[in-house]
């Protein structure tokens, strides 16, 4: 097929604008249509790239050609004999993974949010030609992208190819003057790229990088499917996201999570950016080669509906932190804080009694992406039960077959399956093969985990390897779990029934629990608290302001609501027993040593 041809200039960086040209050597006689993506693969939400399109006109050997637009994202061209050049200007103003942002110090984008696809001729190749800014201001900008080389130097503006347009929008593309260290996994390229301010540790992020990637291509096994990968990273105060794709990764996080310099331990923050990139990477196998057959080929004007968003993330999620332990990174005790915050945070959510698992991911496109103030209460997490369901299925087959299999044989076999022959998953597909890998009847196992409400079996499950779950009442809001209590008094904290924020020197509150004693008392979302029992807070927050305060007690609350002070009678509750503390116990250790202990070979 005739290559289509692209070409991306940021032409006026200070207005946050990219010129795009698409060239279509064969159009449609009948009138070409191009289409601007609704979504990004990846993440599940409507998000009409189109609207970021501000002027768009058509020409034809030096003639301009009507534009006729058909629907939202939609455009026809009239028929024209030769070829067709559509171009336009985008707005590129976010900064998030899933976007494309541009100013006078970087630009970045997916493909998604400013290529148009040429309908009916998505298969053919294209070329790009990324164009450097004019002015002095950008004479050392350079380029980070995955997207295969064709004349371009490396890391530099010129011309780059894909073999589709499916794969024109999966590699994104960091221009600016960012650092750079690269390593070697497994004998394949690997790319760290680094933009914003930052005094990271390159040298650290390398090895341990490599240590990662080498363990989870030894994983699924060698070779690895991809010839070059890159890790696109933006560091910023606050932040965090990621974004995978299928040679490399944008990864959002806060520059306080990279290494810094002179430090050797792995804290906390840097075990947060590892667990990230550990999950973005895990991607490149289980969704981007391995992936349901609903996104086989993905639509890219509509929603795209399939209940296995649990297995694609859940078990991602699942594989992220263990593969930190499993290539020696962190610690036993690191991974079971970690499993115990995951339990404490599912536990937390009452939704988790209205929506299944599978309806979860269904509706990703209208719940879990669109998170409203009641979606504690009325939905759960694909991503955290998704995590405790492939726990109960590794620790199950683990269980039942001795320790002979696991989840691992089950990821194996779908790479097999699907990853290498590219076959979609259909929609009972993983239960299908995981019952197949590991030889046992599952079916009541998936029909309870995924499309019921009902509790996992966590902690018997864990029971069997070695590990004691036991739960306890917070000792603060700031108590995320994993940890024993630090105090032994075990009077039970007295709670509100609410999430909230500061707000100046106030508290908002954010979420009303289902069922606690902010419902009860009539507080709602939104509401600004301002006094209890006639005092303010203030900074001090309300956990001071109730830390004396016994379950049952009554206080009065008063809150603006709009404009409106308004007075609240609450009766405390007693904070539940939802927070989860993990820990070796003496029995099960063969089993714990086959799941938890030093890989063999
Ligand atoms: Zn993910």
């Known amino acids: 097929m005739i290559p289509i041809h692209y070409t991306i200039i940021p032409v006026r960086p200070e207005a946050h604008l990219y010129r795009v040209s698409c060239t279509v050597d064969g159009p449609d006689p009948s009138g070409q249509k191009f289409a601007m993506p609704a979504w990004v693969p990846g993440s599940y939400m409507i998000r009409d790239f189109a609207r970021h399109v501000v002027s768009i006109r058509a020409a034809s050997r030096n003639r301009a050609v009507a534009l006729e637009k058909l629907d939202k994202h939609t455009w026809r061209a009239q028929p024209v004999e030769g070829s067709l050049t559509v171009s336009f200007e985008v707005y590129a103003w976010d900064l998030s993974v899933r976007g494309a942002h541009l100013d006078t110090r970087h630009g970045f984008f997916n493909g998604a949010c400013v290529f148009l696809r040429v309908l009916g001729q998505e298969s053919a190749p294209c070329e790009l030609e990324i164009l450097r800014p004019m002015g002095a201001r950008y004479r050392n900008w350079r380029v980070a992208t995955a997207m295969p080389r064709k004349g371009a130097r490396p890391y530099g503006f010129g011309t780059y190819v894909t073999g589709d347009y499916d794969e024109l929008i999966d590699h994104p593309v960091e221009m600016g003057e960012f650092s750079l260290a690269r390593f070697r996994a497994c004998g394949v390229p690997h790319d ?23 363990l989870h291509i030894r994983f699924i096994g060698e070779p690895a499917p991809m010839k ?53 990477y895990f991607h490149t196998w289980n969704v981007k080669r391995i992936k349901p057959a609903a996104f086989a080929p993905y639509e890219l004007d509509r929603e795209n509906y399939t209940t296995l968003l649990w297995a694609f993330e859940g078990i991602t999620s699942y594989y992220d932190d263990l593969a930190l332990l499993r290539c020696g990174l962190i610690e036993k005790k690191d991974y079971l804080e970690l499993l115990g915050r995951s339990i404490t945070t599912h536990l937390r959510t009452p939704g988790r009694t209205i929506q299944s698992l599978a309806e979860s991911s269904f509706d990703a496109w209208i719940k879990y992406y669109r998170q409203d103030e009641n979606s ?14 492939a726990l109960c299925l590794d620790l199950l087959v683990r269980d039942k077959t001795r320790g002979r299999k696991s989840l691992d044989d089950i990821m194996r076999a779908l790479w097999r399956r699907h990853g290498l022959t590219g076959a979609g998953v259909e929609e009972d597909g993983i239960e299908r093969l995981a019952a197949e890998a590991a030889g046992l009847e599952l079916k009541r196992y998936f029909d309870e985990w995924l499309r019921s409400t009902r509790e996992l079996p966590l902690k018997a499950l864990l029971a069997t390897h070695g590990v004691a779950m036991e739960l306890r009442p917070p000792e603060s809001s700031q108590d995320k779990g994993g940890r024993p209590a630090r105090s032994k008094s075990a009077a039970g904290l007295a709670m509100l029934g609410i999430r909230a924020r500061a707000h100046d020197d106030d508290t908002a509150v954010t979420h009303v629990l289902e069922g606690g004693a902010a419902q009860g008392a009539g507080i709602a979302a939104g509401d600004v ?51 989860c503390v993990l820990s070796e116990s003496t029995g099960g250790k063969r089993l714990r040593e086959r799941w938890l202990g030093p890989r063999r070979g």
């Not at 504690?376 to 369901?389: M, Q, T």
């Not at 007075?567 to 539940?576: C, K, N, P």
């Open 376 to 389: 504690p209460n009325a939905s759960v997490s694909y991503y955290v039960k998704g995590s405790l369901v």
């Open 192 to 214: 760290i790229v680094i933009t914003g301010r930052h005094r990271a540790d390159l040298a650290r992020l390398q090895r341990d990088l490599k240590r990662l990637c080498e």
């Open 228 to 280: 070059r990968y890159v890790f696109l990273v933006t560091a910023v105060g606050e932040g965090y996201g990621g974004l995978e794709h299928r040679a490399s990764t944008a990864l959002l996080c806060s520059r306080d999570d990279l290494p810094r310099e002179g430090e050797t331990e792995v804290t906390e923050r840097y075990r947060t950016f590892l667990g990230l990139a550990s999950h973005e």
């Open 529 to 579: 608290i301002v006094a209890v029992d006639g005092l303010r807070p203030g900074r001090a927050g309300l956990d001071a302001a109730l830390a004396k305060r016994r379950p049952g007690e009554r206080v009065v609350i008063h809150a603006f609501r709009r404009d409106e002070l308004i007075t609240f009678d609450a009766q405390l509750g007693r904070a539940e027993t939802d927070t």
